[in-house]
């Protein structure tokens, strides 16, 4: 995770350099101050947005919010590694659920971070999905908005995700919607309609 957060990082520096020598050349230009002040504010807005909308493109796993429901097709479970310096990680390959328990996105692989009890449950369905049965889940709120291992106040109303990593307010699991968890649960049947028999 840590070279896929340098890469994302990199690539807002790089959007931050161009801003500063865009502005630099706008200090120059006899242009009016409050146009000068909205380029600035515009300018290091983007790099912001760029930042988290780049997580979301990513061809790895991404850091950010699991639908409420979904289909779980494929798990990796990497458990932490001290001596590296690797705190482990929980790859999630999902596909989202509609009301009626179709699948209707298109699978994305998500990234979560790791806790003991997580991986005990992502293992344990991941046997179930190899043994030939389906495995779905939801997304739910811890229940405490001061849950015991997170640094601040967990974010009740961000969207679903994984596990807290205790990072804090600028933490980008946090950031991402990850203040809930993820229940994992035999895939349940598709509600079909009701059919017409004259």
């Given at each position: 995770?840590?070279?896929?957060?340098?890469?994302?990082?990199?690539?807002?520096?790089?959007?931050?350099?161009?801003?500063v020598?865009?502005?630099?050349?706008?200090?120059?230009?006899?242009?009016?101050?409050l146009?000068?002040?909205?380029?600035?504010?515009?300018a290091?807005?983007?790099?912001?947005?760029?930042?988290?909308?780049?997580?979301?493109?990513?061809?790895?796993?991404?850091p950010?919010?699991?639908?409420?429901?979904?289909?779980?097709?494929?798990?990796?479970?990497?458990?932490?590694?001290?001596?590296?310096?690797?705190?482990?990680?929980?790859?999630?390959?999902?596909?989202?659920?509609?009301?009626?328990?179709?699948?209707?996105?298109?699978?994305?692989?998500?990234?979560?971070?790791?806790?003991?009890?997580?991986?005990?449950?992502?293992?344990?369905?991941?046997?179930?999905?190899?043994?030939?049965?389906?495995?779905?889940?939801?997304?739910?709120?811890?229940?405490?908005?001061?849950?015991?291992g997170?640094?601040?106040?967990?974010?009740?109303?961000?969207?679903?995700?994984?596990?807290?990593?205790?990072g804090?307010?600028?933490?980008?699991?946090?950031?991402?919607?990850?203040?809930?968890?993820?229940?994992?649960?035999?895939?349940?049947?598709?509600?079909?309609?009701?059919?017409?028999?004259?």
């Open positions: 995770m840590m070279s896929l957060q340098t890469a994302v990082l990199g690539l807002s520096l790089a959007y931050v350099v161009l801003s020598l865009l502005l630099a050349v706008l200090t120059w230009l006899p242009v009016r101050r146009v000068k002040i909205a380029a600035i504010l515009a290091s807005a983007v790099y912001v947005v760029v930042f988290f909308a780049t997580q979301g493109l990513l061809g790895w796993s991404a950010v919010a699991v639908p409420d429901r979904f289909q779980v097709l494929w798990t990796r479970v990497l458990e932490p590694n001290p001596a590296r310096g690797e705190p482990g990680a929980i790859h999630l390959w999902l596909e989202e659920l509609d009301d009626a328990n179709l699948p209707s996105g298109v699978p994305r692989a998500y990234l979560l971070p790791y806790s003991r009890d997580l991986a005990g449950r992502v293992s344990a369905a991941q046997a179930e999905i190899e043994k030939g049965h389906p495995q779905g889940g939801r997304a739910q709120l811890f229940g405490s908005p001061s849950h015991a997170v640094m601040g106040v967990v974010n009740t109303g961000a969207p679903p995700g994984g596990d807290p990593s205790g804090g307010l600028l933490d980008p699991e946090f950031l991402g919607g990850q203040s809930k968890s993820v229940d994992l649960v035999p895939l349940p049947k598709p509600v079909l309609p009701a059919k017409d028999i004259p």
